[in-house]
């Protein structure tokens, strides 16, 4: 029975993610979920998108000049994000889920803003969003770190971190990725370059 409660709870926490986006607030107190399930590889394909998989490091430069810092790249035109070193090297990468072109639940264009910006907070399992859903919040956002006002990257459960850009302008990543670029990459001053769409 508690198998079957748990696997309810899992069904009902990716469809409120899916349909309610969980960014443009940071917030770190969410005790209401456990992130340590174990979710699918960080290469593997995406669910439902097995044939028109490419691996994420393929879709990146293997290579960038970071002028000797630490880089995120965010390239919403090919759903992908990649960690590079201070010698420019790509060392890992993954699918991500930038702002899409339009929210109709606050009726505007909810874009990932384009351009250089550094992390200016970090935060761990617990962080949730004090906007979404509308009216009140709560949407987890695991590992959260915030580079442009209330947009940031962080981790979704997988049914909401898709080949697509519908976010409400943060950066979605599989759990398992924002948990390593949080806790093995990205300091407070890393820096963020997010593409033009």
Known sequence: MSSFRNDVS????????????SCSSNSYHN?????????????????????NFQSYESRLPQSINTKGRKVILVD?????????????????AGLA????NWCSDI???????????????????????HLYPRPHGGAPMPYCMFF?????LHGSH????????????????????AEWVRYNFATVGTKVIVRPY
């Not at 919403?76 to 890992?92: E, F, I, K, Q, T």
């Open 10 to 21: 899992i069904i009902v926490l990716g469809v409120m993610a899916l349909s309610l986006s």
């Open 31 to 51: 005790e209401s979920y456990d992130y340590s399930s174990n979710y699918a590889s960080p290469n593997a394909p995406p669910s439902g998108n097995v044939a």
């Open 76 to 92: 919403p035109n090919v759903h992908a994000w990649g960690a590079y070193d201070s010698n420019g090297n790509l060392v890992r």
């Open 97 to 100: 889920t930038a702002g899409g």
């Open 107 to 129: 009726g505007r264009s909810c874009r990932t803003g384009a351009g250089s910006f550094t992390i200016k907070s970090l935060g761990g399992p617990e962080c949730i969003s």
């Open 148 to 152: 442009n006002g209330g947009q940031g």
């Open 158 to 177: 997988p049914v909401s971190v898709v080949e697509a850009n519908v976010s409400h302008g943060c950066v979605r990543m599989q759990i398992p990725d």
